[in-house]
C-alpha cells in the first residue's frame, strides 16, 4: 500500500507570493490533516478534512486555507507569503477525523520563503 | 495556556540501555495520546497511543505509561539500539470548541552513544 505522498519535496518563493502544496493520502483514508513544523515551534496544527469539509481548523491566519477533493486527495494554500512560513509542511491522513487514531504522515514539503 | 511539553530537549543512552522519555500536558480533559518519532529528513512515525481509561501500554520494546493525576506521560524503550536515534513526539488530543485538535510537545533528540 503507497504511503503519504507530499509535492513538491523543496519550493522557494518569495515574500508576497502564493503557494500550493499537494497531499494524496493512503488509499482509503478519507481524513487529511496539515501540520506546519519548525524548529522554534515544533508541529502546529493547521486544520483537517474529511469529506471534503474541514472538521478542525488550528489557530493560523486566514491566508493559511484548503480544501479537500472528492478522491481524498488535499491542497494547502498560502497567500502573501510572509518570511516566517518558512517551515516544515507536513501531512498526516487517517482513516477517522478528530486525531483519535493513528495517523500516517508524508514527507512534508520544505518552504523557503527569501 | 494548554500545552503539551517535554522534560528533556536532548537524551543520550547507552546503546543496550533502556531510555526513558518524559512529556507533561496540561489538559485533564485530553482523551488519547500518542507518540511518534521522526527521523532526520523523515514525517514523524507513529509509535504508540494509549487512551485516558488506561495507565499502561505495551508493543514491541515500547512502553507508555500515563499518570493522570500528575499529567504526565512517558515513552519507554527497551534496550535501545541506534535505529532508536531520533526526535520523539508526545500528543495529546485535545476536544475544545466542538473541534478535536491534535497539541504536539516539542520533542526530545534521542541520541545513541555506542
Known amino acids: 500500500k503507497a504511503g503519504v505522498t507530499q509535492t513538491p519535496r523543496y519550493l522557494i518563493k518569495t515574500r508576497g507570493q502564493q503557494v500550493t502544496l499537494s497531499c494524496s493520502p493512503i488509499?482509503?483514508?478519507?481524513?487529511v490533516s496539515w501540520y506546519q513544523q519548525t524548529p522554534g515551534q515544533g508541529l502546529q496544527f493547521l486544520f483537517e478534512y474529511f469529506s471534503e469539509t474541514q472538521r478542525n481548523k488550528g489557530n493560523f491566519p486566514g491566508r493559511f486555507s484548503g480544501r479537500q477533493f472528492s478522491n481524498s486527495r488535499s491542497e494547502m494554500n498560502v497567500s502573501t507569503l510572509e518570511l516566517g512560513d518558512s517551515a516544515l509542511y507536513l501531512c498526516a491522513s487517517s482513516l477517522i477525523v478528530g486525531g483519535s487514531a493513528e495517523a500516517f504522515f508524508g514527507q512534508g514539503t520544505r518552504l523557503t520563503v527569501v | 495556556g494548554e500545552s503539551v511539553g517535554l522534560h528533556l530537549p536532548t537524551l543520550s543512552v547507552q546503546e543496550g540501555d533502556n531510555s526513558i522519555i518524559n512529556c507533561a500536558y496540561s489538559?485533564?480533559?485530553?482523551?488519547?495520546f500518542i507518540w511518534y518519532k521522526q527521523e532526520s529528513g523523515k514525517g514523524p512515525q507513529f509509535i504508540i497511543d494509549?487512551?485516558?481509561n488506561m495507565d499502561k501500554r505495551q508493543g514491541q520494546r515500547v512502553t507508555v505509561l500515563l499518570n493522570k493525576t500528575v499529567k504526565h506521560l512517558s515513552l519507554q524503550i527497551a534496550a535501545t539500539q541506534p535505529g532508536d536515534s531520533a526526535v520523539y513526539f508526545c500528543a495529546e488530543n485535545m476536544h475544545r470548541d466542538s473541534n478535536y485538535q491534535l497539541i504536539w510537545g516539542a520533542g526530545t533528540k534521542l541520541i545513541i552513544k555506542p
Open positions: 494509549i487512551r485516558s
Open positions: 488509499s482509503g483514508h478519507r481524513s
Open positions: 489538559n485533564s480533559a485530553s482523551d488519547y
